[in-house]
């Protein structure tokens, strides 16, 4: 059971703004560990959406961004595009943990 | 241009052992700290072990700890998992993703595409 829990779902018309959320502890999140975001597409392997809370990789579209907020963090798609069909994922790091934690995964539904 | 390519997955009966492998490409692997992470099919994100540039830092996440070991060759340039005394809940797909510097990985930008394990009797 992941200590990073996120909304199973969330769906949008194409152009619409969704946000998705992921909600942590004073352990993790609150504690000032950064927050990075994956996107994974139906039947392929994770990729780097957002790294070190607010960072873009090369070739991620600015339509995504993140931002952190006491003990949660958010990923803003803006127009939304049926390409952005998919789950995602929040990660962090847990003071009570060894290493990385991955948040339970939101599916995004594009209408 | 970075690839990763995972190998070593199959069908294992409870109680066995596997070793996965990974190969990377496109860059220079001991400057970077990597990661196995596992995905159950249909479900989501569980990250399993890392380790720096060396091998020098590790760690397991405590589903794992004490029948997994991720240790690293680079002479070899490659990546290993060593899994014993599998469980059923060790079946997965097990992808293989470098962390962003040559500390343990706190994030992976590039993954491979994973290899599939099936422990059943």
């Known amino acids: 059971q992941s200590v990073l829990t996120q909304p199973p779902s969330v769906s949008g018309a194409p152009g619409q703004r969704v946000t998705l959320s992921c909600t942590g502890s004073s352990s993790n999140i609150g504690a000032g560990y950064d927050v990075h975001w994956y996107q994974q597409l139906p039947g392929t392997a994770p990729k780097l959406l957002i790294f070190?809370?607010?960072r873009r990789p090369s070739g991620v579209p600015d339509r995504f961004s993140a931002s952190n907020s006491g003990t949660s963090a958010s990923l803003v798609i803006t127009g939304l595009q049926a390409e952005d069909e998919g789950d995602y994922y929040c990660?962090?790091?847990?003071?009570?943990?060894?290493?990385?934690?991955f948040g339970t995964g939101t599916k995004v539904t594009v209408l | 241009e970075v690839h990763l390519v995972e190998s070593g997955g199959g069908v294992v009966r409870p109680g066995g052992s596997l070793r996965l492998s990974c190969a990377p490409s496109?860059?220079?692997?001991?400057?970077?700290?990597m990661s196995w992470v596992r995905q159950a099919p249909g479900k989501g994100l569980e990250w399993v072990a890392d380790?720096?540039?060396?091998?020098?830092?590790?760690g397991h996440s405590d589903s794992v700890k004490g029948r997994f070991t991720i240790s690293r060759d680079n002479v070899k340039n490659s990546l290993y998992l060593q899994m014993n005394n599998l469980r059923a809940e060790d079946t997965a797909f097990y992808y293989c993703?470098?962390?962003?510097?040559?500390?343990?990985?706190?994030?992976?930008?590039?993954w491979g595409r994973g290899t599939l394990v099936t422990v059943s009797s």
């Open positions: 380790i720096n540039w060396n091998g020098g830092r590790t």
């Open positions: 070190d809370n607010t």
């Open positions: 993703a470098r962390g962003g510097n040559t500390r343990r990985p706190t994030y992976s930008d590039y």
């Open positions: 990660q962090s790091s847990d003071s009570s943990l060894n290493g990385g934690v």
């Open positions: 496109g860059f220079t692997f001991d400057d970077y700290g």
